[in-house]
């Protein structure tokens, strides 16, 4: 079985993984490095990094946020609650994208009113940083949740004991005591926010140089110039932030399982 | 210490001084930035998930601003006219054959996952040998590797241009790999630690009364796994037809390879965007229909267990 | 008085878990709140810490009624029964905690997590970090933390439930040194009876959310106010229609007010015996005595025997 198995996973995601890394190389080095750094390029990866800025830290307190509440009392709608924040991940991107325009574009709910504050959401940046928060909105909460249940209150409860107020309590006790899955919520996050494609080309429009992320200029160069290489570059890159991304989360993975050896 | 301590009214026992606001009682203070709390959190998810959803709902059946007023009217016309419009929309063949073809490879992407989940889960679980952490780190990287990424290095493999000397471009083959690809995650991850906390007690009770190793694993440790199973199956299931990254490429403009996904974005290409709404809710709904049953079956099974 | 309790009532939806209890703990004394699980105890201390709110009732610590006051204000100290270390920081830091949230000068601060360390024998472990510690030692440590603030109560949620018996009784009587030098006002909330006694200069039993008796242990013990108070401080076996201690009876020849019965079972347990005799009436009351009783009475199962009352 474990042939069976090994030789499943080696042709499944092996197979491609190794083939993007050669494919990307085929022409040497020097071409690579001409595509990552052509002007095009540089402005996606810009976008999607200035994105990301926004879209994680904002998801990041909200995610924390949710899960004090969810953990710590139990009030009416929690339930519920939780179920919201479950739906970006049940549902397409394209779909994600098409909600968005629907509620807040020019020929949605609140466009008109919106474009009389000067306010665009289709086509423009704005768009985008929201449709990447909603698909990447639950990492955070999903995977603080557990472990603030599993923390118990009696930390926070002696330190009120002892004197310290709500933030105290939270920077002091609380936040260490979960740091790692934030740590793991927010890699996630990061990923997924970099890795966004379906729900950005729905809201984005495509426009070269200016309302576009990495994920979509890889798209462009081979729906648009047939650009083998050059897509090729910007997806290797794009993978490579993935693949430390991968690795950080294993590491936080096999940490946490020593951690549970050595808890109280 | 040599005298008895008596408390000192002391300068380092007064407690922090009771200043302002925080003379309020506690439950009064805590209450509030519950509310406030929760009232941000909700506003947020709000503008960012719910309105939209809800927005793709009614524009389904053409409920946009720009409708005349809101008495009677209104809702005459939405209820004739909307619905009508919907009903069009999502009988379309084209809608039909789109939606058909992402329901079937889904379920059969998930169900193929689901046996793979398991035999994966097994030996990374059971087995030993060199070189397992890598094996471990691969399992995650389908759910890490942006779908663009994935869509545009299937297209090369297995495309036209492939080295492989195989051309699954505008295929179900190729859509299908690409799929197996992305749910493998979700399949082996519900499964893995469920077959961590099993002990083994059991099938070496098994065992010991006789079973061999298929029938041990048949009557003992799949009934424990089974709400494991659907559970990833359900996971599977949806970031499968929801998919679109990773399929829009090897997909081609065929209409037979044509998902669902694919679908509503041409609609948006083509600014059909009630039509689109109408079709993203029939998906919407379809795919909650097959998330609550497996969920209703899974927690079905679990009771039988417990 | 140290601290009043009066109606205080707390529930939970349906359940009552602490029901109309009025008490008043007397200023250093060492209480202990014995019940078993479910009576409402640890609620009850909470209450008394402000962890949680009563529905009725008030609580008043040294004239001051703190009902509404959050516990950061309350000036107790509490020690959870596992041990809530803050596991990210060590020893020192641990015990400093309350000290640093009231600002005081890091030279002070040094000085008193030194002498605490000391007094909790945990020398040389100021650098260690809780999961280095054994159960022991991170009670030890708790108990520090929460004596640092000098608080005007000390209260302790089954601080000793978590550890094995030998610890346990060897923590046992150091708290209740500790509190010989100290002197804090102290509530104790245990489970266990022998800790109980052991430990507590007053004892309040709880039953259902309710304080089925208050008093000094021997009292308790002696003259119980309710069966429930009588059967759960200690073994109880049924003779002449009353529920007695089984120590209060004897084995003798017979004799005036001795009832002959059979020997049923014989249990030797180290230091003392339990003989079960079965009498004529059905009942079978066991009898406690010592080893050198039970080896001077030369009875074995089937021996006919005569139970009366000790005088």
């Known amino acids: ?264 | 210490m040599d005298t008895p301590a008596k408390r000192p009214s002391s300068e380092l026992g007064a407690p922090p001084a009771r200043k302002g606001w925080r003379r309020f009682s506690s439950r009064a203070r805590s209450s509030l930035g519950l509310y406030g709390g929760t009232s941000l959190v909700v506003g947020y998810l709000s503008i960012i998930v719910l309105i939209p959803i809800a927005a793709v709902a009614a524009h389904g059946f053409s409920f946009s601003i720009h409708t005349q007023g809101w008495g009677a009217a209104f809702w005459r016309w939405h209820l004739s006219t909307g619905f009508a419009t919907f009903w069009n929309d999502i009988t379309q063949p084209a809608a039909i054959s789109a939606i058909r073809l992402s329901l079937w490879l889904s379920l059969s992407v998930a169900a193929i996952n689901a046996v793979m989940g398991v035999a994966i889960a097994w030996v990374l679980v059971r087995d030993k040998f060199p070189g397992k952490w890598f094996l471990e780190a691969f399992i995650d990287l389908p759910f890490a590797l942006p779908t663009i990424v994935v869509g545009v290095v299937l297209l090369f493999l297995y495309g036209t241009a492939s080295p492989l000397k195989i051309d699954l471009f505008e295929t179900w083959m190729g859509l299908m790999l690409a799929l197996l690809f992305v749910t493998l995650p979700f399949s082996v991850r519900a499964v893995q630690p469920v077959l961590e906390s099993l002990d083994g007690e059991s099938e070496a009770a098994a065992k010991s009364l006789g079973a061999g190793g298929i029938r041990t694993f048949v009557w003992v440790v799949l009934p424990s796994l089974w709400p494991a199973v659907l559970g990833g199956f359900g996971l599977a299931f949806a970031r499968a037809i929801g998919e679109f990254g990773s399929i829009s490429l090897i997909a081609g403009g065929l209409g037979r390879t044509t998902t669902a996904s694919n679908y509503i974005y041409n609609l948006t290409q083509g600014f059909l965007w009630t039509n689109a709404a109408a079709v993203s809710t029939a998906l919407l709904v379809l795919s909650l229909l097959i998330l609550i049953a497996t969920n209703v079956f899974a927690r079905r099974i679990q009771r039988r267990l417990a | 008085m140290s601290i009043s309790l009066s109606h205080l009532t707390k529930r939970y939806g349906a359940d009552t878990v602490v029901d109309d209890v009025t008490v008043e703990i007397p200023e250093s004394s060492l209480t202990a709140v014995l019940g078993p699980s479910g009576s409402g105890k640890s609620t009850l201390l909470k209450l008394i810490a402000g962890l949680e709110s009563p529905d009725e009732g008030r609580v008043v610590i040294e004239g001051d009624d703190v009902t509404d006051v959050d516990p950061r204000y309350r000036d107790i100290g509490f020690c959870f029964q596992h041990y809530a270390p803050f596991r990210h920081m060590n020893v020192a830091r641990n015990i400093g905690f309350g000290l640093r949230v009231r600002k005081q000068p890091k030279d002070v601060i040094d000085a008193k997590v030194a002498e605490l360390i000391e007094l909790v024998r945990l020398d040389g472990k100021a650098k260690s970090y809780p999961a280095q510690l054994s159960g022991g030692e991170r009670q030890r440590m708790a108990l520090a933390r929460a004596l640092a603030i000098e608080p005007r109560v000390l209260l302790l949620d089954e601080p000793f439930g978590a550890l094995d018996a030998l610890v346990r009784t060897e923590l046992r009587q150091w708290v209740k040194e500790l509190h010989r030098q100290i002197k804090v006002t102290t509530i104790l909330v245990t489970h266990d009876q022998d800790e109980a006694m052991e430990v507590a200069d007053q004892l309040l039993i709880m039953h259902e959310g309710r304080i089925e008796q208050a008093g000094e242990p021997t009292e308790l013990y002696e003259r119980p106010a309710t069966d429930f108070v009588h059967g759960f401080l200690g073994p109880t076996t049924m003779f002449k229609g009353v529920s007695v201690r089984p120590h209060d009876l004897e084995l003798v020849p017979a004799s005036e007010g001795a009832i002959e019965g059979t020997v049923q079972s014989i249990m030797e347990l180290g230091f003392e015996v339990q003989v079960t005799v079965a009498l004529s009436d059905g009942t079978a009351p066991w009898v406690q005595m010592s080893r050198n009783e039970f080896r001077n009475l030369h009875v074995e199962i089937g021996s006919l025997v005569s139970i009366r009352e000790r005088d």
């Open chain 1, 1 to 264: 079985m474990r042939l069976v198995v090994v030789l499943y996973l080696g042709l499944l995601v092996g197979l491609p993984v190794g083939y993007l890394f050669i494919k990307a190389f085929s022409h040497g080095f020097h071409a690579f490095w001409v595509e990552v750094t052509k002007p095009d390029a540089i402005a996606a990866l810009k976008l999607s990094a200035e994105v990301a800025l926004i879209a994680v830290p904002v998801n990041t307190v909200v995610g924390i946020g949710a899960a004090l509440m969810l953990a710590r009392r139990k009030f009416f709608g929690s339930r519920a609650l939780t179920l919201a924040f479950d739906i970006p991940v049940a549902v397409s991107p394209i779909i994600i994208g098409v909600a968005l325009v629907l509620a807040y574009s020019r020929i949605g709910w609140f466009g008109s009113w919106l474009a009389s504050h000067g306010i665009q959401i289709l086509f423009s940046p704005i768009g985008i940083v929201m449709a990447t928060m909603a698909v990447s909105l639950p990492y955070v909460l999903r995977s603080v949740l557990p472990v603030l249940i599993e923390v118990g209150k009696d930390q926070e409860d002696a330190a009120r004991t002892l004197g310290a107020g709500a933030f105290r309590t939270f920077w002091q006790v609380t936040l260490p005591a979960i740091r790692w899955g934030v740590l793991y919520g927010v890699t996630l996050t990061i990923a997924r926010t970099l890795g966004e494609f379906g729900a950005v080309l729905v809201v984005s429009g495509n426009i070269t140089g200016k309302t576009q992320t990495l994920p979509i200029y890889i798209f462009d160069a081979w729906d648009q110039n047939f650009d083998t290489i050059g897509s090729f570059a910007g997806a290797l890159v794009l993978a490579s932030i993935s693949i430390v991304a991968l690795i950080i989360l294993s590491t936080l993975r096999a940490r946490e399982r020593k951690l549970h050896v050595d808890l109280a």
